[in-house]
């Protein structure tokens, strides 16, 4: 079955870098995108972007103006998403959340989850 | 950016009871509209996608409808395991966007 497997939870002090691993197993892994979001504390979920974990293209979130960086280790079956600058308001839980459709087609929802890295930003 | 709002914020629900919560998009989205249900410390769960089409696995309690900017989903009769945040999210154009979600909570 389809597991996503996330490192575990991240205290960061403000202006550091974090990085955030998912593991995915039970799948091709090079046949899907996988995107990130996250949610802040009582927050909706944003979307931040997605990698096609074939060829490794990514595509960002204008939000997040260039502090995102998402890359592949495709023998390891690994996506990590690291998110340099941190603030307090970076405080949130990250998911990885695989794309519902294979590279052919993004579908852009997501049927997959990781079970979430809390990461607080915090002096 | 596409913004999204749902309505209500929360409702207090029966099990039995049919439920109704409404998602708006400040443009149109076609029909790629999608819901996700959430419960504490837990990732979202995904129920319909592209706004009537249900997920497999998803009991034909939940439904959807709607297209362009307005998108609905039912519950036609409230078990006690819906009791959960439900969040509504495009998937037309980028960046993604989300609703801030409708909590149902138990009467």
């Known amino acids: 079955q389809v597991q996503l497997e996330q490192s575990g939870a991240e205290v960061k002090k403000p202006g550091a870098s974090v990085k955030v691993s998912c593991k995915a197993s039970g799948y091709s892994f090079s046949n899907y995108a996988m995107h990130w979001v996250r949610q802040a504390p009582g927050q909706r979920l944003e979307w931040m972007g997605w990698i096609n974990a074939g060829n490794g293209r990514t595509k960002y979130s204008q939000n997040f103006q260039g502090r995102v960086t998402i890359t592949r280790d495709t023998s390891a079956t690994t996506v990590y998403m690291e998110v340099s600058s941190l603030r307090s308001e970076d405080t949130a839980v990250y998911y990885c959340a695989r794309d519902w459709s294979d590279i052919s087609g993004y579908s852009y929802y997501f049927n997959y989850w990781g079970q979430g890295t809390l990461v607080t930003v915090s002096s | 950016d596409i913004q999204m709002t749902q309505s209500p914020s929360s409702l207090s629900a029966s099990v039995g009871d049919r439920v109704t919560i409404t998602c708006r998009a400040s443009?149109?989205?076609?029909?790629?509209l999608n819901w996700y249900q959430q419960k504490p410390g837990k990732a979202p769960k995904l129920l319909i996608y592209?706004?009537?089409n249900l997920q497999s696995g998803v009991p034909s309690r939940f439904s959807g409808s709607g297209s362009g900017t307005d998108f609905t989903l039912t519950i036609s009769s409230l078990q006690p395991e819906d009791f959960a945040t439900y969040f509504c999210q495009q998937s037309y154009s980028s960046p993604i966007t989300f609703g801030p979600g409708t909590k149902v909570d138990i009467k």
């Open positions: 592209v706004a009537s």
């Open positions: 443009q149109s989205v076609n029909n790629y």
